[in-house]
Structures are given as structure tokens and as C-alpha cells.
């Protein structure tokens, strides 16, 4: 897990699109695998994204691939989420951490805490 601040959640119709940034306040940002995750009132959090350390290879989970690109910037100690075409059920808080390995990052469970995250809302 990394302290980390997520932003750029807001509200946008259906096709529309939104970018959210993951600031991290550690200066080893570089060595760790970074991903998104979202939550909805009464579900359990959910991977979105992943990206590898260097930022050469990411993984989607089915419902955003080809919608949702997911970014990093290693001098600014920052991570991406690009959303484009979003949908009424993309709506949820999105959240970003970091792991040591991609594997870690499958699952949200594996996290005990988490930043604030930002609020994204798709209306139809």
C-alpha cells in the first residue's frame, strides 16, 4: 500500500469522459506497481486497472477494456486513470494503491487502507 490522493472525479453524461490522478507522497513511487479500484454503496471494492512499476505493461478488468487507459508519470510520483465513453454503472468512488507486484493488486483485499478516493458519477 502507498498513501496516495486520488482526483478528478466529478459528474458527466453518458459518453462522456474524465481523467483521475493518483498523487503519492513516497519518494520510492517508481518501484511500485500502481492500480485503480472502485466501490459502490453495498458492494465490495473492485480492481479496475494495473500498471507495472516501469509502466510498460497493464491489465484491465473486462467491463472497462478499450474504454479506461491507465497512466503513470514517475517523476511526478503520479498514476492515471483515463476514462472515455463512460457508463451509468462506471458511477463509484475510484481509488488507486500500490503494490510491490502486479499480483498483489488483483485483489483489493489485500490493502488495509486507502485514501480518500473520488467521486465518479455517470448519469444516463
Known amino acids: 500500500q502507498v498513501p496516495a490522493v486520488e482526483s478528478g472525479g466529478g459528474l458527466v453524461q453518458a459518453g462522456g469522459s474524465l481523467r483521475l490522478s493518483c498523487v503519492v507522497s513516497l519518494q520510492t513511487f517508481s518501484v511500485y506497481a500502481m492500480g485503480w479500484f472502485r466501490q459502490t454503496p453495498g458492494k465490495e471494492r473492485e480492481f479496475v486497472a494495473a500498471?507495472?512499476?516501469?509502466?510498460?505493461?497493464?491489465y484491465y478488468e473486462d467491463s472497462v477494456k478499450g474504454r479506461f487507459t491507465i497512466s503513470r508519470d514517475n517523476a511526478e510520483k503520479a498514476a492515471y486513470l483515463q476514462m472515455n465513453n463512460l457508463k451509468p454503472e462506471d458511477t463509484a468512488v475510484y481509488y488507486c494503491n500500490g503494490a510491490f507486484d502486479m499480483a498483489t493488486l488483483a485483489s483489493p483485499g489485500n490493502f488495509p487502507s486507502w485514501g480518500p478516493g473520488t467521486q465518479v458519477t455517470v448519469s444516463s
Open positions: 500498471i507495472t512499476s516501469r509502466g510498460d505493461i497493464s
